[in-house]
């Protein structure tokens, strides 16, 4: 309107007319920049706001991180969980009663195989291992908790394990049915042991089995075995090198850690069964169950169970031993002194974990009873 009216007042003027023109344009010009302006400040603004709330994403996504880190840290500062519940009595057999003991536990009536959660079971006698004379049975010393004998029964988790220990199959085998066979059971124990049995309960950790080649014949739970008629023990079916360690409540994690860590070639070996190392459950109390002396009782002892002897020579005398036990390029006499401490974590850097040397013990294992998957 404006341009027909100017072009109205003066038709006959074309520098009047182009300068109009020109106005109109600037004007044009002008606010088609202030509208590109405006359009810009809110897309940066609104760039800013997306990135302010990414960043935000990313410092929370981090925190994350960082907590799952944490607990990751916290998870080391924890003991690991049980794989197995190890249950285990200590008998100290009086001198020239051996026999008669491991033919009370062949005859026994257990139905322990068929249990809920069962998973091994072997009666252990104890043993030295001499350069000379090779395996002599171990009387053991007249205060020795450890005992001359004991049995050991894996069970799957510490509920099954609490089942047994409840139920009508415990007092069968233990000979609860009635007052006679209880009294009957007492005087037997009088005559063959030296004072009560001192039962042991562990936690196993880091268990490594092999399913077994044959699973021992058992009838309704228990092992079928014929006792020598000449009066001697029964046949040894598998060896087991033990090493006990004391290891103090402050320094448990790190020792289990430790272990938890370290390389194992024990399954590449001939012979070999089961490994577990059992850490001491003292909370569980049964019947003859006494307050544990840290100071006289290991709180962890490693189990490796061989299927004889001489698998065990064959294993600690090889290379697998010597790589996990840093003895490449020793002497013989080196090798001997490191094996006084068999199946021990190598020394740490700082104080060592444990408040003394940990002690070997070796045993011959008997009434041997398994599942099919082993220990």
Not at 217 to 231: A, L, M, Q, S, Y
Not at 298 to 312: A, E, L, N
Request: proline share 5%; charged share 25%; with cysteine.
């Amino acid at each position: 309107m404006l341009v027909e009216n100017i072009e109205s007042q003066h038709p006959s003027n074309p520098i009047f007319v182009l300068h109009h023109i020109y106005t109109k344009m600037k004007f044009f010009l002008l606010s088609l920049v202030s509208i590109l302006l405006h359009k810009a400040t809110v897309e940066s603004f609104t760039s800013t706001a997306a990135m302010a709330k990414r960043n935000t994403n990313i410092v929370l996504g981090s925190s994350a991180t960082d907590e799952a880190s944490k607990e990751s840290s916290a998870a080391v500062t924890k003991n690991l969980k049980p794989d197995r519940y190890i249950a285990s009595n200590r008998f100290a057999v009086r001198a020239g009663k051996e026999a008669k003991f491991e033919k009370r536990w062949a005859n026994r009536k257990s139905r322990l195989a068929e249990l809920d959660g069962f998973k091994y079971f072997h009666l252990m006698r104890r043993v030295t291992l001499d350069e000379k004379e090779g395996v002599k049975y171990d009387g053991g010393k007249k205060k020795d908790i450890q005992g001359n004998y004991v049995s050991l029964t894996v069970w799957q988790n510490k509920s099954n394990f609490n089942a047994w220990r409840k139920g009508d199959a415990f007092r069968e085998a233990h000979g609860g049915t009635s007052v006679g066979a209880f009294v009957s059971t007492m005087v037997s124990s009088i005559r063959i042991l030296k004072g009560a049995p001192k039962p042991a309960f562990y936690d196993g950790l880091l268990v490594q089995s092999e399913a077994p080649e044959s699973i021992p014949e058992t009838v309704d739970g228990w092992r079928n075995v014929e006792f020598p008629e000449d009066g001697g023990t029964l046949p040894v079916e598998c060896f087991v090198a033990c090493n006990q360690f004391y290891v103090p409540q402050e320094n448990a994690v790190a020792f289990e850690q430790r272990w938890a860590n370290r390389e194992s070639l024990l399954k590449f070996c001939e012979g070999f069964v089961a490994f577990t190392m059992m850490r001491r459950d003292a909370k569980t109390k049964t019947h003859g169950s006494e307050e544990m002396d840290e100071s006289a009782e290991p709180t962890y002892v490693s189990t490796t169970i061989w299927k004889d002897r001489q698998s065990f020579e064959k294993w600690r005398s090889g290379s697998n031993f010597s790589k996990v036990h840093g003895q490449k390029g020793k002497s013989e006499s080196d090798k001997k002194d490191s094996e006084k401490k068999e199946e021990a974590p190598k020394k740490p850097a700082g104080p060592p974990l444990w408040s003394r040397p940990p002690t070997p013990i070796f045993y011959e294992g008997t009434l041997v009873i398994s599942t099919k998957d082993g220990a």
